[in-house]
């Protein structure tokens, strides 16, 4: 399990240990808030075609899905 502040992923790299559609590099291109201006998801950026995929934040604590950075 990653340790990750919410409030820092913003333009965070990401690399996906199981890629779909060639999509394994993405980059946090925007962070969901709610009306308390708590953190309840990103939008990642596959930056192989640009495609965006909304997901909740905790999924990227799973070292079995996602690592930080480019790898």
Same mark, same amino acid.
């Given at each position: ?9 913003l ?8 890629p ?11 962070? $969901?808030?709610?009306?308390?201006? %708590?953190?309840?998801?990103? !939008? @990642?950026?596959?930056? $192989?075609?640009?495609?965006?995929? %909304?997901?909740?934040?905790? !999924? @990227? ?11």
């Amino acid at each position: 399990m990653h340790q990750i502040n919410p409030n820092k992923l913003l333009l965070s790299k990401w690399t996906s240990t199981s890629p779909q559609y060639k999509e394994k590099h993405f980059i946090v291109t925007k962070l $969901i808030r709610d009306e308390e201006e %708590t953190v309840i998801g990103c !939008v @990642l950026e596959a930056v $192989i075609n640009k495609n965006q995929h %909304t997901t909740p934040w905790q !999924v @990227l604590k799973s070292s079995d899905s996602w690592q930080q950075g480019w790898k």
